[in-house]
């Protein structure tokens, strides 16, 4: 059964850091993407960035330049480093990964508060 699990948020004053970490296991086939979405209170699910097997990464605009994505693939992680954060940026921080056979699968998210 795959799994993903996600660590690394929390409570932050505005203009700090967090580096989420979303680590896959129980996945027996290889992965395509992995990504970070993110949800509000009242809103929907944004993709904030995601990261193709080859390296490739995309970022929401509301996300340039602050955030940063990267993975490890032979640990099957991804991380997304945060910095400069926002209050506006507050959420629930979820990674989702596709495989190469078109399943994905979803973590239960991990609270990010930015707040002073």
């Known amino acids: 059964q795959v799994q993903l699990v996600e660590s690394g948020g929390g409570l932050v004053q505005p203009g700090g850091s967090l580096r989420l970490s979303c680590a896959a296991s129980?996945?027996?086939?290889?992965?395509?993407?992995m990504a970070w979405y993110r949800q509000a209170p009242g809103k929907e699910r944004d993709l904030v960035a995601d990261i193709i097997s080859d390296g490739t990464t995309n970022y929401a605009d509301f996300v340039k330049g602050r955030f940063t994505i990267f993975r490890d693939n032979a640990k099957n992680t991804v991380y997304l480093q945060m910095n400069s954060l926002k209050p506006e940026d507050t959420a629930l921080y979820y990674c989702?990964?596709?495989?190469?056979?078109?399943?994905?699968?979803w973590g239960q998210g991990t609270q990010v508060t930015v707040s002073s």
């Open positions: 129980g996945i027996t086939v290889r992965i395509r993407r």
């Open positions: 989702s990964v596709n495989s190469v056979i078109g399943t994905i699968h």
